[in-house]
T-cell receptor, first 114, second 112 residues
Framework: NAGVMQNPRHLVRRRGQEARLRCSPM?????VYWYRQLPEEGLKFMVY????????ESGMPKERFSAEFPKEGPSILRIQQVVRGDSAAYFC????????????FGPGTRLTVT | DAKTTQPPSMDCAEGRAANLPCNHS???????VYWYRQIHSQGPQYIIHGLKNNETNEMASLIITEDRKSSTLILPHATLRDTAVYYCIVRVRDFGNEKLTFGTGTRLTIIP
């Protein structure tokens, strides 16, 4: 049973470009969470999605960031017009149902903005 | 969610038990205590969770004080692979409140 998959693992973008991060949850999981980890800091929650719905986006920056989890395919975290401050590790987690004890994390995507 | 306090770093000799404390003095009755760890920038890994009873699984034991204001994660026989940042998190298990709030954690170093 494959774990949570994220790609790409490393992404380099120039300032002003768009970054698209993909997350495939574990098989049978319909809940996805995105977290961001700035260098030398703890993880910060960004957004929680179920299939085709955003449940909690309280941690998402108000501009340039968006997330989706379509009926088919992976969840996408999209960052438009990236800036240097967006350089971080972005982790995706999934769980099979609400209130599940644990979230299963992927290996992360490390975004570097030059 | 209740705030947690953990020591920033700890050392433990290989083969000994590692005891990681967590203070959550403002925890409410319906909040669970979770432990995750992050090994060298990998994705966090779930370890254990509990409400008020002590818990044990193949990875660790969780001891929660009777007043629930603090807890201790115990790795019974620490190995070098247990070197990681350990996060203690408290949260309500409730629809719409699924997010995990990570603090700064405890950086545990296992010494050969």
């Amino acid at each position: 049973n494959a774990g949570v998959m994220q790609n790409p693992r490393h992404l380099v973008r120039r300032r002003g470009q768009e970054a698209r991060l993909r997350c495939s949850p574990m098989k049978g999981h319909s809940h996805v969470y995105w977290y961001r980890q700035l260098p030398e800091e703890g993880l910060k929650f960004m957004v929680y999605l179920q299939k085709e719905n955003i449940i909690d986006e309280s941690g998402m920056p108000k501009e340039r960031f968006s997330a989706e989890f379509p009926k088919e395919g992976p969840s996408i975290l999209r960052i438009q017009q990236v800036v240097r401050g967006d350089s971080a590790a972005y982790f995706c987690a999934s769980s099979p149902e609400v209130g599940q004890y644990e979230q299963y994390f992927g290996p992360g995507t490390r975004l570097t903005v030059t | 969610d209740a705030k947690t306090t953990q020591p920033p770093s700890m050392d433990c000799a290989e083969g000994r038990a590692a005891n990681l404390p967590c203070n959550h003095s403002t925890i409410s009755g319906n909040e669970y205590v979770y432990w995750y760890r992050q090994i060298h920038s990998q994705g966090p890994q779930y370890i254990i969770h509990g409400l008020k009873n002590n818990e044990t699984n193949e990875m660790a034991s969780l001891i929660i004080t009777e007043d629930r204001k603090s807890s201790t994660l115990i790795l019974p026989h620490a190995t070098l692979r247990d070197t990681a940042v350990y996060y203690c998190i408290v949260r309500v298990r409730d629809f719409g409140n699924e997010k995990l709030t990570f603090g700064t954690g405890t950086r545990l170093t296992i010494i050969p």
